[in-house]
């Protein structure tokens, strides 16, 4: 009797095992990765260092009297935020947003022409790129620490380069992607002030450009 007791109770203690086993593993939900989120852009990178946003509209026709050039805009979409004529746009501040998703203004001579993502070909356009980020705080630059782990702004595109892209992805709100597309940033060797608006809010825009600034 005792012997048809204990092999009872290790029969039901091995459908417990198993039942047990079989809700964890349909419990289970596979992780997958995807690209880290920030909270909302805030309008602290979205508004220029002086002026603001609110009058984007009424000034449209508003005319800084001087010479001035016509901004090449790269992006594609709803124009969504827009400074006013007379504004002055800082680096790392936005001259505009599209979809909600800024363009900045970087400080180079060199125009943004492409993608700039890992594995892309050497050239003086990441270097201008690394430059800003270093100056920005995402990352340090070799030459200044001495220490090897760091930053060496040049022409090639490192993993280190990628993680800075993402840090300064993540100042402004946006996806983390470690990419920086051609219609994400605006260079010019000094900071500018807006003298033109060519679009409202609201407008879809595909390449032309947005606003004009001042020149020297």
């Known amino acids: ?9 290790i029969t039901l203690l091995s459908v417990a095992c198993v039942v047990t086993i079989v809700i964890g593993i349909s419990g289970t939900t596979k992780k997958t990765s995807s690209p880290e989120i920030a909270e909302p852009l805030s309008s602290r990178i979205i508004e220029p260092a002086k002026g603001g946003a609110k009058l984007a509209d009424a000034a449209q026709n508003v005319i800084l009297e ?3 050039q016509r901004l090449n805009n790269e992006a594609v979409g709803t124009v969504t935020w827009l400074p006013n004529p007379g504004d002055f746009i800082e680096f790392g501040t936005a001259l505009y947003a599209v979809d909600n998703k800024p363009v900045i203004l970087m400080k180079g001579s060199l125009p943004m022409h492409r993608d700039i993502a890992y594995k892309v070909s050497d050239g003086p356009d990441v270097a201008q790129l690394e430059r800003n980020l270093v100056n920005f705080g995402h990352a340090l630059d070799e030459i200044d620490t001495g220490n ?9 595109v490192t993993p280190l380069t990628v ?4 840090s300064w992805q993540l100042s402004l709100g946006l996806t983390s992607t470690g990419i920086v ?3 994400d940033v605006i260079f010019r060797p000094e900071i500018v002030q807006v003298s033109e608006l060519h679009v409202r809010r609201g407008q879809v825009i595909d390449g032309g450009s947005v606003l004009s600034v001042l020149i020297n």
């Open 181 to 183: 597309g051609h219609g």
């Open 163 to 166: 993680s800075s892209i993402r």
């Open 66 to 68: 001087g010479p001035s």
């Open 1 to 9: 009797m005792k012997k048809t007791l204990t092999v009872l109770l």
């Open 148 to 156: 090897a782990t760091d930053l060496t702004v040049d022409y090639h």
